[in-house]
Every structure is written in structure tokens, then in C-alpha cells.
């Protein structure tokens, strides 16, 4: 099921940070709340080998999200507790020390069940014992979310797990979005900041084809 367009599910889930705290976040809230926008990234597991090169890639650019007026936050189904292990463990042995920015926790796995994002295939349920077992790790692909000041998501991507994300991509999309909400107007393929934008009717498709015949 698509989310773009609906409001990210209300429900707090444990996160921990850099300082071992353990805590709970709304990602609705925490989008109205503080009337931000979250870039929302979920990884399979900590302690891997394409996970460590994304959550260090999202802190680099920590301080682009921040310009642009948005939280930065993670997310697999490891516990708070593997979580704070791997923050403490340092870049040469595959860690994350370093990365500021706070991590769900969803260990019971009840956001990622609703976004429907678990590596779950070929479920066969056994009516003489009534046990369900399924084929898979049961852990999150590389979902991303992009959810804006009042709670809506506008832009979802899942990822399998061998492919790493572009994050200058999340921050093209937040441009386009904030120039949406700010100027009324679409952004085209391949916008930028700092390009041509276009009106959303005939006359503004027309116009913006011509000047861009290439």
C-alpha cells in the first residue's frame, strides 16, 4: 500500500541516541511538533556492511537537512541496547560512532509491519500445530520517507538490500518540495534549486517545453 499523500502512522516507537538514551518518537509529532520536515530512513541491520556507509553518508549531510529545516532519523529492528553497541563502535571496526542523530528502535516490529516494508516471503501457516512460519530475515528494507510539517509523507522508496541510497537525491526532493509549498509551482524532470520551475496548467507546460526543447 502507497503512504504518499497520508499522514505517517501515529505511533511511538523506542529510538536511542548518541548518548545512550533510550526514548520514544512519534514521527507525526515529532513533524507537527516542531513544524519540521524528517527524512525517515529505515536499514536492515546494524552491524553490516552497506548500513554504516549510508547512516555516515546521512550524518555528512546532516548539516544540508538541517539548512532545510529537517530531522534526520534512522531506523532498523535491532534493539535500542545493539543500537547504542554499534554507536560506540568505531569507524576502522565497521561503526557509527559519530552519527548524532537519533534511531528507532523497532524491535517488535510494529511500524515497519504497518508500512509493510519487512523482508517477509512465503508465509505457510500449519493447521495441525496452528504455527506460521515465513521465509526471510524478517528485518526492513532501505525504505526512506520524506514527511512534511504536518505529518504527510511525500515521497516513499524501498530499496533491496544490496543497494545503497543516494542521499543528494532526499535533498533534491525536499528543494522541490519546500519550492512546491513555497511558490505554488511543479517542479519539472530533473529539477534543481536555482532552476526554472513551471505552472501546473497548458500554458506553463507549453512554455516551459519550448525554452527546454533538449
Known amino acids: 500500500m502507497a503512504f504518499v499523500g497520508k499522514k505517517f502512522p501515529n505511533l511511538s516507537v523506542n529510538a536511542m541516541n548518541d548518548l545512550g538514551d533510550t526514548f520514544k518518537i512519534n514521527i507525526l509529532e515529532e513533524a507537527q511538533k516542531n513544524n519540521k520536515k524528517?527524512?525517515?530512513?529505515?536499514?536492515?541491520?546494524?552491524?553490516?556492511?552497506?548500513?554504516p556507509t549510508e547512516l555516515r553518508a546521512f550524518q555528512a549531510?546532516?548539516?544540508?537537512?538541517?539548512?532545510?529545516?529537517?530531522?534526520?532519523?534512522?531506523?532498523?529492528c535491532d534493539t535500542?541496547?545493539?543500537?547504542?553497541?554499534?554507536?560506540?563502535?568505531?569507524?576502522?571496526?565497521?561503526?557509527?560512532?559519530g552519527v548524532t542523530y537519533p534511531l528507532l528502535a523497532d524491535s517488535n516490529r510494529n511500524l515497519a509491519s504497518i508500512l509493510g516494508i519487512?523482508?517477509?516471503?512465503?508465509e505457510t501457516y500449519d493447521e495441525e500445530t496452528g504455527v506460521v512460519t515465513v521465509e526471510g530475515d524478517n528485518v526492513t528494507y532501505r525504505a526512506t520517507?520524506?514527511?512534511?510539517?504536518?505529518?504527510?509523507?511525500?515521497?516513499?522508496?524501498?530499496?533491496?538490500?544490496?543497494?545503497?541510497?543516494n542521499v543528494n537525491e532526499y535533498l533534491r526532493l525536499i528543494d522541490a518540495y519546500t519550492h512546491v509549498?513555497?511558490?505554488?509551482?511543479?517542479?519539472?524532470?530533473?529539477?534543481e534549486e536555482g532552476k526554472e520551475a513551471m505552472t501546473a496548467d497548458r500554458k506553463g507546460v507549453a512554455e516551459y517545453l519550448a525554452a527546454h526543447s533538449n
Open 145 to 165: 520517507y520524506l514527511i512534511d510539517e504536518e505529518g504527510t509523507i511525500f515521497h516513499e522508496g524501498i530499496n533491496h538490500m544490496p543497494l545503497g541510497r
Open 118 to 122: 519487512l523482508d517477509i516471503t512465503n
Open 61 to 76: 549531510a546532516l548539516p544540508e537537512f538541517e539548512k532545510r529545516n529537517t530531522l534526520v532519523i534512522g531506523a532498523s
Open 181 to 191: 509549498q513555497e511558490k505554488g509551482e511543479v517542479c519539472p524532470a530533473n529539477w
Open 80 to 97: 535500542a541496547e545493539v543500537h547504542f553497541a554499534w554507536l560506540n563502535t568505531e569507524k576502522d571496526n565497521g561503526g557509527i560512532e
Open 38 to 51: 524528517i527524512v525517515l530512513f529505515w536499514y536492515p541491520k546494524d552491524f553490516t556492511f552497506v548500513c
